[in-house]
T-cell receptor
């Protein structure tokens, strides 16, 4: 059974204090790993897709990396507007297109 | 362009009533997904439509849940005889779809369903 585990469940940072969120996965064959951001009362907003180990993608203060067992979302010098829940999801290479999500990391950045 | 839209944004119903939730995917997207997000739980897959192929219904929790997609565009998720445990946010997503395509699922704002 495909499993996705995110840690920590919650993270509180001071503005400018860099950190990383972890997403570990156990799947039969990875087709893609996705990062989404979700604000309260809204749907998930797409951030990144990673397809193979060693791949990295960046967007503003966010950088996502992928290994064969886990992915990290690095947040550099975060701002209060980066506060949200960050969701990790995997799509497996079996033709099944559904995403399997982790439970998310709630990030709060204090000014 | 316009994103995925869902209606209603909020729905309050009484236990035992039927409800219909609507999803309008991004124009041109052939794949459409329904997920459910319950309080304290992650998003869970419900059903997937791809073009004219038979839908993947493997995530539907019971036979009270059904969905259809008319004309390859708009989709309706129907929950019959609602129960309190059906209370959740129902999210719709769409993607370009197609075999062998590395596509991204884009989500709508969701419908918050409350069953009293």
């Amino acid at each position: 059974e495909d499993q996705v585990t995110q840690s920590p469940e919650a993270l509180r940072l001071q503005e400018g204090e860099s950190s990383s969120l972890n997403c570990s996965y156990t799947v039969s064959g990875l087709r893609g790993l996705f990062w989404y951001r979700q604000d309260p009362g809204k749907g998930p907003e797409f951030l990144f897709t990673l397809y193979s180990a060693g791949e990295e993608k960046e967007k503003e203060r966010l950088k996502a990396t992928l290994t064969k067992k886990e992915s990290f979302l690095h947040i550099t010098a975060p701002k209060p507007e980066d506060s949200a829940t960050y969701l990790c999801a995997v799509q497996v290479d079996t033709g099944r297109r559904a995403l399997t999500f982790g439970s998310g990391t709630r990030l709060q950045v204090q000014p | 362009g316009a994103g995925v839209s869902q209606s209603p944004s909020n729905k309050v119903t009484e236990k035992g009533k039927d409800v219909e939730l609507r999803c309008d995917p991004i124009s041109g997207h052939t794949a459409l997904y329904w997920y459910r997000q319950s309080l304290g739980q992650g998003l869970e897959f419900l059903i997937y439509f791809q073009g004219n192929s038979a839908p993947d219904k493997s995530g539907l929790p019971s036979d009270r849940f059904s969905a259809e997609r008319t004309g390859g565009s708009v989709s309706t998720l129907t929950i019959q005889r609602t129960q309190q445990e059906d209370s959740a946010v129902y999210l719709c997503a769409s993607s370009t779809g197609g075999a062998g395509v590395r596509d991204t699922q884009y989500f709508g704002p969701g419908t918050r369903l409350t069953v009293l």
